[in-house]
């Protein structure tokens, strides 16, 4: 049974529209973050948190946003969606120290037309 | 910066070959180590992980050994089967008892066949 829970699993939307791609976690995790995977399946941090109201942007440059304002819960926002933004997306925790490595949702696969 | 090496794929392997990924790394101190497997329109999964020189993690017949000296952490099974095929990542973490961000490597896709 998961831990983590990505919703929706598949998305196909139009261009201009906004979307919220949902992450939630039952573990108490104080970490969280926002992967973007490629076709070539590299993953890329593109957003982190190490708590409650701290975010961060991560190593690629995206034009989402997220916020953290409940543990259990890391959304991640696109204003306008693009067709550049079409890709995976998987959402991750962790505990404080990575010794036990990062628990992911099963992904949300997003398709902008 | 640290870093993970991991041997491009594809890999393609007969049922009950053996399977060697090999996964090598750059980093100071002594971090932790990890394998995760991802299959088809999954998300990844925790395979095995090391967290000290010399550990053996081991889980569902796959095996890696942390190694300093060569800075390897290699995944290998002896007999793989096609419900293996998947993509295989290694990653790197902090210092044991630090709380940094787990570095991955690039994956490889391991494709088994009958």
């Known amino acids: 049974e998961a831990d983590i829970y990505q919703t929706p699993r598949y998305l196909v939307i139009g261009t201009g529209k906004k979307i919220t791609l949902e992450c939630s976690q039952t573990?108490?995790?104080?970490?969280m973050y926002w992967y973007q995977q490629d076709p070539g399946m590299e993953l890329h941090l593109i957003h982190y948190s190490y708590g409650v109201n701290s975010t961060e942007k991560g190593d690629l440059s995206s034009e989402s946003t997220v916020s953290r304002i409940r543990t259990e819960h890391f959304p991640l926002t696109l204003e306008s969606a693009r067709p550049s933004h079409t890709s995976q997306y998987l959402c991750?925790?962790?505990?404080?120290?990575?010794?036990?490595?990062?628990?992911f949702g099963s992904g949300t696969r997003l398709t902008v037309v | 910066g640290d870093s993970v090496t991991q041997m491009e794929g594809p890999v393609t392997l007969s049922e009950e070959a053996f399977l060697t990924i090999n996964c090598t790394y750059t980093?100071?101190?002594?971090?932790?180590l990890f394998w995760y497997v991802q299959y088809p329109g999954e998300g990844l999964q925790l395979l095995l992980k090391?967290?000290?020189?010399?550990d053996k993690g081991s889980n569902k017949g796959f095996e890696a050994t942390y190694r300093k000296e060569t800075t390897s952490f290699h995944l290998e099974k002896g007999s793989v089967q096609v419900s293996d095929s998947a993509v295989y990542f290694c990653a790197l973490g902090g210092n044991t008892g630090t709380a940094s961000k787990l570095t991955f490597g690039t994956g490889t896709r391991l494709q088994v066949t009958l």
């Open positions: 090391a967290t000290k020189a010399d």
């Open positions: 573990m108490g995790h104080d970490k």
């Open positions: 991750a925790s962790s505990a404080r120290y990575e010794t036990t490595g990062y628990t």
């Open positions: 980093a100071t101190g002594y971090p932790s």
